[in-house]
């Protein structure tokens, strides 16, 4: 069992800051090359305070992304970009508006493409990626069932880019935002969990009690698709910045 390096952090904010610098670092590094960087995002509440953190760089330091490329990780399938509980939307609100990103260079999976397009729209995403160069940094939350991007119990670790059933507990977890769970969406497209491992640096993140057991399971536990996030302890770049709630069950 290769353990995952595991930073636990007084707070999110704290772990938010050490996230924020390293993709700073490498921004303004590939900048100065004239190089463009692509950073694969995440949704949820976890990584909000990590885009507030990078709008105010943007808007009070001058961090630029203008080379910047995103890959988002998934959207539900079935929900137009202007949904207000698409990914799309929530990205646009909780980051791309507000940094100089060029609309062309967001990606997000388009959650309306038909069902016999869906496959070869899943290969031109990972298509785009390897275009781009490849992820550079990728950004992760976790789900109670052990998901990173939508990858539920059963994922393996070489799927890619494909549409998933979400667990119950997933569709769960989701029902206060679609004010009921028969509001949620049974789909979605994610990126696979080797489209993840092939990211050149990943971080989790995670904050708080609910995260708590399956950190433990993901960071003490085998790998196994019973828990898709424990196939990142393959990866050799890649760390947990957690808060002390989130890291309460580890031994
Ligand atoms: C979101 C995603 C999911 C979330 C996870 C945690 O793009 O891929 O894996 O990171 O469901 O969600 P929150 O942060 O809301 O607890």
Not at 14 to 19: G, K, M
């Amino acid at each position: 069992l290769e353990r995952i390096p595991t930073q636990i952090y007084e707070n999110a904010d704290a772990a938010c800051q050490t996230v924020a610098n390293a993709i700073t670092d490498l921004i303004n590094e590939r900048n100065a090359a004239g190089k463009p960087t692509v950073l694969g995002l995440a949704t949820g509440s976890t990584p909000v305070r990590l885009y507030r953190e990078l709008i105010r760089r943007h808007q009070q330091e001058g961090l630029s992304f203008a080379n910047v490329i995103t890959f988002n990780l998934d959207e539900y399938y079935g929900l137009a970009g202007d949904h207000p509980e698409s990914y799309r939307k929530f990205m646009q609100d909780q980051l791309f508006d507000h940094v100089d990103l060029k609309p062309e260079n967001t990606h997000v999976p388009d959650g309306l493409v038909d069902r016999d397009a869906v496959f070869q729209s899943c290969k031109e995403y990972e298509a785009a990626i390897a275009d781009a160069g490849g992820i550079d940094i990728q950004i992760l939350g976790i789900g109670r069932t052990g998901h990173i991007g939508f990858n539920e119990p059963g994922s393996g670790p070489e799927t890619l880019t494909r549409l998933v059933t979400l667990d119950n507990l997933t569709r769960r977890d989701a029902a206060r935002d679609f004010l009921g769970e028969e509001n949620v969406p049974r789909h979605a497209i994610t990126m696979g969990v080797g489209t993840i491992l092939a990211a050149h640096q990943l971080f989790l993140l995670a904050w708080g009690e609910g995260k708590a057991s399956i950190m433990a399971q993901t960071v003490e536990g085998e790998q196994t698709e019973t828990i898709p996030a424990t196939f990142l302890q393959q990866h050799d770049n890649c760390t947990f910045c957690i808060d002390r709630s989130a890291a309460s069950q580890l031994t």
